[in-house]
């Protein structure tokens, strides 16, 4: 193979089709809250470990639906399980288990 | 897929094209990349059709590529074209062709600029004026060199010696058709058939025998986009956009790719190499690449030119297996006496 | 007995003719169709509650029957003049009619979704349009995509024709969200193994229990929500689609294949709404719909004295409102006709 001085870029458009979605389906069954989330971001708003780091829960719950879960463990680390999010949720999604089954689901299938 | 469809829409986008009389501009870069494509466009026109096309010996590079490339301010690049258009009216012309794609999406822009801002053009014909003492006319018409093939498209169909036939099976050959980014994406109105399913290539193709693929990346960039491949950092940007077409277009076991732009045949054409190359991929059959034509090179086979006069043997990609099909004759030993020679 | 002419024989002008003869005008309902009930006739069901489209005609129906209102079905208006306070108004079969009000209810038609030319509609096998989609539902036929295929995934596209300077169409229609909504559920039901996805800009749920069947397509349906906008459509060779959208809250582009997409299309001025306007010398606003002549104040009015108007010839509304606006604007007319004290209010408006 030869070496041009450059490599070809990664896509970064999520092919939706070949997105690895057991994270997501594992979660919606065993928390089906996630369902109505709508995305509102008062949960990353309040959270005690969103104003130190940068982790967002918000985030993690949309990025799983569409298989983007690179780095997932380690952000779901930063999660202090206080449980203020679910406090503030305006449609009652159970936001702490959510953490907790994303991390079941990653030792099912990631470890 | 509905042809129905696509034609209504075509209906919407028809342009008015110069039937004679044309004063054209040449390309910076074509001459390097596909040496034999305007040559041919200056053959077809003066010899096969007898049209009167001149060229101004001081015409010069519209800046196109610089205003692009961010090095060349919209002024000067007006000031620029302005002097071209001085040209053409001191040579007593009307009807401009730019070789060029991004020549032409430059013009069209230039020319739309001063119909909605005339303060702006008065500035620009004071500058020209003031720098070279120059006057010019608006030109009649506006019309890039692949409008003026597909207006005389069933002319050449007429005098064709080869058709985008498999002379083995009899079937159509398939074709992609790939239209430069400047063409008709910044002003659908002013490109044949518009922006999203533009008829400019594909009127050529089905004219000649050939077979449209319609595949889903058909819109998006082949990766040229001035600034990103200038630099070889970016490279890996310009080559994913390519390889991004390639993926998609697989499928459908395209025969060949043509094309509209000087920058597009380039990067279809060396990034396919480059891609086997780097990761020993090729997207045509049996190993070998897909050839990629500019039109005047496509056309130019049509009337039966030799392969090697239209400069194929410069493209990297081989175009072999498609003159094979077409039952196009040429000499093998020719080829790379022609290259060493070049070299 | 005094005359009031009713242009458009859909839910607004059949509800206006209804109250305006029960309220002892001579009224005379014109319709260019060969039966009344508008676009509602090709809608199975309604959102929110999915009462039947029919139950609605029926009871519109009704109230042309009980009250013996004049109906003139094919028939189109060519022409008026004024005569005095009195309007002389031209048919197509060459009658003449005497007016002294006369009630525009000439609605919309949907958005021409060819106009998008990079959702492919008109030229892609499987992109077909909601109004397709109810009329699909209407039939009863099993629910297969136009190439034949029972669809794995179906793709809503919402804002078709609205909010999109593009097409010139800068307004919301204000009912394709939670149509969108409603058809998703709906499709659920018939096909349960079905992925549904709507790409949306924002959704608006204004009405009541509109949210409520949001979040039911949600937690019992599980229909899919993905905020961002089309770029284009395109066909794979097996004739299903990828739809390029910009998933905005992960902020990455994203591709994914439906083998049925389904473009929301808007509300348009109807044609039919353009014509009267032009006829009787009605002012027009911005997007194209008739000019009211107060929004707040006067929505039945119009600059024409006489000359007024009721459901979506003004406007994008839901069938609730358009009912209110129908009888609302029948109440104007009276007042107009009658000379109502409170009348003089209208004409002191300030616009």
Same mark, same amino acid.
């Given at each position: 193979? #030869? ?109 | ?11 919407? !986008? ?82 401009? #062709? ?97 922006? /999203? ?114 400069? &194929? ?31 | ?116 030319? /990079?959702?492919? !509609? ?88 509109? /949210? ?36 905005? &809250? ?31 010398? &009605? ?56 000379? !109502? ?11």
């Amino acid at each position: 193979m #030869v070496d041009f001085g450059f490599s070809i870029n990664k896509d970064r458009q999520i092919d939706f089709d070949n997105a690895d979605r057991r994270i997501i389906e594992y979660v919606a069954k065993e928390e089906s809250t996630i369902a109505i989330c709508l995305i509102c971001g008062a949960c990353t708003a309040t959270c005690s470990a969103g104003n130190f780091t940068d982790f967002n829960i918000r985030k993690i719950t949309n990025m799983i639906r569409v298989g983007e879960i690179e780095n997932l463990k380690e952000e779901i680390k930063k999660c202090m399980l206080c449980g203020k999010c679910q406090l503030v949720c305006p449609r009652g999604v159970n936001t702490r288990n959510i953490i907790l089954k994303i991390n079941e689901a990653i030792k099912i299938f990631h470890e | 897929m509905k042809l129905e469809g696509k034609k209504a829409i075509w209906k919407d !986008y028809q342009k008015e094209i110069a039937d004679d009389k044309y004063f054209y501009v040449r390309s910076c870069v074509r001459q390097n990349f596909f040496p034999g494509s305007e040559t041919a466009f200056l053959k077809i026109l003066r010899d096969e059709l007898k049209k009167d096309v001149y060229e101004h010996p001081c015409h010069t590079t519209c800046t196109g590529i610089g205003y692009h490339g961010d090095v060349v301010p919209f002024d000067t690049a007006m000031t620029v074209v302005a002097r071209q258009f001085a040209l053409m009216t001191e040579s007593g012309y009307e009807n401009l #062709v730019p070789s060029c794609i991004t020549s032409f999406g430059l013009y069209t822009e230039i020319l739309e600029t001063w119909h909605h801002f005339p303060e702006t053009e008065n500035k620009i014909r004071e500058y020209l004026k003031k720098a070279t003492g120059r006057e010019f006319k608006i030109p009649k018409n506006l019309a890039h060199a692949s409008d003026v093939i597909f207006k005389f498209r069933k002319e050449i169909a007429a005098k064709a010696k080869h058709k985008l036939i498999n002379k083995n099976t009899g079937e159509s050959l398939k074709v992609v058709e790939h239209i430069g980014c400047h063409y008709s994406k910044m002003f659908p109105s002013k490109g044949v058939g518009g922006a /999203e399913y533009p008829y400019v290539l594909t009127g050529m193709i089905e004219e000649w025998g050939g077979e449209i693929i319609d595949y889903p990346e058909r819109r998006h960039c082949c990766g040229f986009g001035f600034r990103q491949y200038l630099v070889q950092a970016n490279r890996g940007y310009s080559i994913a956009c390519s390889k991004k077409k390639f993926d998609s277009m697989e499928p459908y076991k395209p025969d060949m790719i043509i094309t509209n732009c000087p920058g597009c045949p380039m990067f279809l054409d060396r990034w396919q190499y480059t891609i086997k190359e780097m990761e020993g991929k090729t997207y045509g059959q049996n190993g070998e690449g897909i050839p990629v034509f500019t039109y005047e090179e496509v056309a130019g086979l049509v009337l039966g030119y030799d392969p090697w006069d239209l400069g &194929l043997q410069m493209h990297q990609t081989d175009c072999e297996p498609v003159l094979d099909k077409m039952g196009v004759g040429y000499d093998k030993s020719k080829k790379r006496e022609l290259i060493i020679n070049n070299e | 007995m005094k005359k009031v002419v009713v242009i458009g024989g859909g839910i607004a002008g059949m509800e206006g003719s209804t109250y305006l003869k029960s309220m002892g005008y001579d009224v005379t309902l014109i319709e260019k169709n060969s039966q009344l009930g508008g676009h509602l006739l090709k809608w199975e069901k309604l959102f929110p509650t999915m009462r039947l489209g029919k139950d609605v005609v029926n009871f519109l129906n009704d109230g042309i029957k009980i009250s013996d209102v004049n109906v003139l079905l094919n028939t189109e208006v060519v022409k008026a003049e004024k005569n005095g306070n009195e309007y002389i108004i031209e048919l197509n079969n060459g009658q003449k009619l005497n007016a002294d009000a006369v009630l525009v209810a000439t609605g919309y038609d949907t958005f021409n979704a060819s106009q998008k030319e /990079e959702y492919g !509609y008109g030229v892609y096998d499987n992109v077909i349009t909601s109004a397709e989609l109810e009329e699909l539902f209407t039939s009863g036929k099993t629910l297969t995509t136009p190439s034949g295929k029972v669809p794995k995934r179906i793709g809503f596209v919402h804002c078709v024709g609205s909010r999109d300077e593009k097409v010139g169409n800068i307004y919301c229609s204000k009912v394709c969200c939670v149509t969108a909504v409603k058809q998703s559920i709906e499709i659920k039901e018939k096909l349960p193994d079905v992925e549904v996805y709507c790409f949306y800009m924002d959704l608006r749920m204004f009405g009541m229990h509109f /949210e409520a069947l949001y979040r039911e397509a949600q937690e019992k349906w599980g229909i899919n929500f993905i905020r961002g906008r089309l770029s284009e459509a395109c066909e794979n060779i097996d004739h299903s689609l990828v739809v390029k959208v910009e998933d905005t &809250l992960a902020g990455k582009p994203l591709k994914m294949n439906v083998d049925l997409l389904v473009l929301m299309v808007g509300i348009v001025p109807s044609q039919g709404t353009k014509d009267i306007g032009r006829i009787f010398g &009605l002012e027009f606003g911005v997007n194209g719909f008739l000019k009211s002549l107060d929004q707040h104040m006067a929505n039945s009015n119009s600059n024409v004295p006489g000359i007024f108007y009721a459901g979506t010839c003004v406007a994008p509304r839901p069938i609730n409102n358009t009912f209110v606006d129908a009888r609302s604007a029948a109440v104007m007319v009276a007042s107009y006709l009658e000379n !109502y004290k409170v009348e003089g209010r209208i004409n002191t408006i300030n616009n």
